[in-house]
């Protein structure tokens, strides 16, 4: 047997849930259990996943306190009794043939994890792919650690994903439960540190969509400035001496990001940590510069820590020109 376990973290998403669950039950593959995790909703959220529970014997709910969503996907994968996982999350949509065909290339090329591009649904109904190649990418324990990381070909997301149950063991105490940005990243390192093949398949099968008030375009704040490099750091601690020109040059760019960030608005919030930044980079040059990362981020890295505001203003200039600034507008 292959079944696919589905776990959908729900959090006061009443308006789209409804949209996410029936995609998922109306995939191609039909071996699938749904596990709803309400994660302590004050909207209809828990109500409907109760009667979408009673309306189709391949759905089961579970309720908790808030707890995050971390925590939800982890209680889910206890209830789990699938062969296989996946998350969705539960505003987004997966393709009808999405879970089948992840299975079909974990068979036939004997993997572990089985992963695909997706695509970007904005509001107003724009439409970004990421990738949309068709390349299959056959990828073994070090070079699937590698293109995660890196983050080009391979999103850190976890939603695209389908894993064999057996990487999920341990996973509880793997886990920093203070993170609440980038946690997805966090979780895939363990799973594909688990992991000794994977294949990935650009084609974009899973639709992100962005919509107003979620976490990926809410306010700024604490976590979304301070856990990405948080996380970053954490690998670094763990990760094998192979992996650390990728991790660097991830470091590099994410204190970059931050150490030239304008303050104009939430001066208040972004100050502190914009010169922590700047102390770190240049505490972190020498090392910085030592690793293969490339000379275009080495010339990146040593503009900002030398003159950070000019390398502001060149940054903003080139992206208000090139249309870049606003990329991910939701307008």
């Not at 696919?4 to 109306?26: G, W």
Request: proline content about 4%; charged content about 25%; some cysteine.
């Amino acid at each position: 047997m292959n079944r696919i376990s589905i776990i959908v973290p729900v959090y006061n998403i009443e308006a789209q849930l409804p949209r996410c669950i029936d995609s998922v039950l109306f995939q191609t593959y039909r071996d699938l259990e749904v596990i709803l995790v309400d994660d302590g909703s004050t909207d209809s959220c828990p109500t409907l996943c109760d009667s979408y529970a009673i309306a189709n014997p391949r759905v089961r709910v579970i309720h908790q306190e808030n707890g995050g969503v971390t925590s939800a996907r982890l209680r889910g994968v206890q209830e789990a009794t699938g062969e296989w996982i996946i998350f969705c999350d539960g505003d987004d949509i997966p393709e009808p043939e999405m879970y089948e065909q992840l299975l079909k290339n974990a068979l036939e090329y004997g993997a572990d994890i089985s992963h695909c591009g997706y695509q970007m649904v904005f509001p107003n109904g724009r439409v970004v792919h990421y990738h949309g190649t068709g390349c299959i990418v056959e990828q073994d324990h070090l070079q699937g650690l590698r293109d995660l990381l890196a983050g080009g070909l391979v999103e850190p997301g976890l939603w695209n994903k389908l894993f064999r149950r057996e990487l999920f063991l341990g996973l509880d105490a793997m886990m920093d439960g203070s993170f609440k940005i980038n946690e997805d990243l966090l979780m895939n390192y363990h799973l594909f540190k688990a992991a000794d093949r994977s294949v990935f398949e650009d084609k974009c099968l899973y639709n992100y969509v962005l919509r107003r008030g979620s976490v990926a375009t809410g306010q700024l704040n604490e976590h979304k400035l301070a856990d990405p490099i948080g996380i970053t750091k954490a690998i670094l601690a763990d990760a094998v001496p192979a992996l650390h020109d990728v991790l660097i040059a991830r470091l590099a760019r994410q204190l970059i990001a931050l150490a030239t960030m304008s303050d104009k608005q939430q001066r208040e919030l972004i100050l502190p940590h914009r010169q922590a930044a700047r102390k770190e980079l240049r505490s972190r040059l020498s090392e910085i510069l030592r690793e293969d990362i490339g000379l275009k981020l080495k010339i990146m890295v040593l503009w900002t820590a030398l003159w950070p505001t000019g390398y502001s203003w060149i940054h903003s200039t080139y992206a208000r020109i090139t249309g870049l600034e606003k990329a991910y507008d939701l307008e």
